[in-house]
């Protein structure tokens, strides 16, 4: 995605934080605030939607209960998009969580789509092929 250059202020505690995160991290400030930018405005935008480093990396989680995002929109994508149902798969969460995940696909549907791809890709053989040492003994 193309990028523009724009001269911003930071306070100085905000600066700091950034500063150490990309040091952390090993990343450049600019790539670690772009980031985090990203991720505030997506939030702002989808209240009840958190980020959170995980195995799979840094993801969008539903508040609250730490799962991602696209496990819930592939289980809606499943019912037929069929709100009530999802409530019922999701009996658990409320209504407003779940209003949540499908706000910030319904935002952000380039985040989620992949994720779903790929684990649809997951198969059996596939995981075999990567992790041949999980193959059962025969």
Not at 60 to 73: D, L, N, P, S, Y
Not at 96 to 121: H, T
């Amino acid at each position: 995605m193309p990028s523009v250059q724009k001269s911003i202020r930071f306070k100085e505690n905000v600066f700091k934080e950034i500063e150490q995160i990309a040091r952390e991290s090993g990343e450049e400030f600019s790539a670690v605030a772009n980031e985090l930018l990203d991720e505030a405005v997506k939030t702002f935008r989808c209240p009840g939607i958190v980020f959170s480093e995980g195995t799979a990396g840094r993801r969008a989680r539903i508040a609250g209960t730490g799962m991602e995002v696209w496990e819930v929109i592939a289980a809606y994508k499943g019912v037929g998009e069929d709100f009530k149902r999802l409530s019922k798969t999701y009996h658990w969460l409320t209504e407003q969580q779940l209003m949540a995940a499908v706000g910030y696909y319904k935002a952000y549907p380039e985040d989620i789509d992949p994720l779903i791809r790929q684990n649809e890709e997951l198969t059996e053989e596939a995981v075999h092929q990567k992790y041949p040492f999980l193959r059962g003994r025969s």
